[in-house]
T-cell receptor, first 116, second 113 residues
Framework: EAGVVQSPRYKIIEKKQPVAFWCNPI?????LYWYLQNLGQGPELLIR????????DSQLPKDRFSAERLKGVDSTLKIQPAELGDSAVYLCASSRSLGTGNNEQFFGPGTRLTVL | AQSVTQPDIHITVSEGASLELRCNYS??????LFWYVQSPGQGLQLLLKYFSGDTLVQGIKGFEAEFKRSQSSFNLRKPSVHWSDAAEYFC???????????FGTGTRLQVFP
């Protein structure tokens, strides 16, 4: 079974530029998560999808961040414009949603973003 | 609100020594608890999880963790550490009516030969 796929693995951009990250979850996983991981910190949830619906985006900075999961499979996270403070690792995870919390989330390798 | 505290930022052990990584949580009811491991440049891999039942949970790679409700703790243990265990370890708590996880800040484990 293929794992969660993310691309690119690394991205270096200048501030004020746009950037996009792509995630392909494990086949059959209807729940998809985007996390932000700052250096020396644990992952923090940005947005959670159940199929096509964003069910929790309370931590997503909506002035510059956007996400979509149009067909309930792949997802894209975008930042426009990027700021220096956005330098971090962006992790994607997926799970079979049970809605009860006792599910295992499978993580991709992440995209390391550096904003200069 | 849920929260997780990992008091040790960095731990160094010798290969073959025993290991215990601490995790304390805050949650109003019995939580779901997880330990994940992250190797450099990799995503997080689940080591073990506690949902209910036996409070001593066995995981992969020889790890175990014990849920202690009275101490609000879920410490991770391994009797004999291998050099390949060097990584970052994250404890996480999940609520029983949502798929949202709250992660601790992590403990970096360094293993000396």
């Amino acid at each position: 079974e293929a794992g969660v796929v993310q691309s690119p693995r690394y991205k270096i951009i200048e501030k004020k530029q746009p950037v996009a990250f792509w995630c392909n979850p494990i086949s059959g996983h209807n729940t998809l998560y985007w996390y932000l991981q700052n250096l020396g910190q644990g992952p923090e949830l940005l947005i959670r999808y159940e199929n096509e619906e964003a069910v929790d985006d309370s931590q997503l900075p909506k002035d510059r961040f956007s996400a979509e999961r149009l067909k309930g499979v792949d997802s894209t996270l975008k930042i426009q414009p990027a700021e220096l403070g956005d330098s971090a690792v962006y992790l994607c995870a997926s799970s079979r949603s049970l809605g009860t919390g006792n599910n295992e989330q499978f993580f991709g390798p992440g995209t390391r973003l550096t904003v200069l | 609100a849920q929260s997780v505290t990992q008091p040790d930022i960095h731990i160094t052990v010798s290969e073959g020594a025993s290991l215990e990584l601490r995790c304390n949580y805050s949650y109003g009811a019995t939580p779901y608890l997880f330990w994940y491991v992250q190797s450099p440049g990799q995503g997080l891999q689940l080591l073990l999880k506690y949902f209910s039942g036996d409070t001593l949970v066995q995981g992969i790679k020889g790890f175990e963790a014990e849920f202690k409700r009275s101490q609000s703790s879920f410490n991770l243990r391994k009797p004999s550490v291998h050099w390949s265990d060097a990584a970052e370890y994250f404890c996480a708590v999940g609520a029983r009516n949502t798929d949202k996880l709250i992660f601790g800040t992590g403990t970096r484990l360094q293993v000396f030969p």
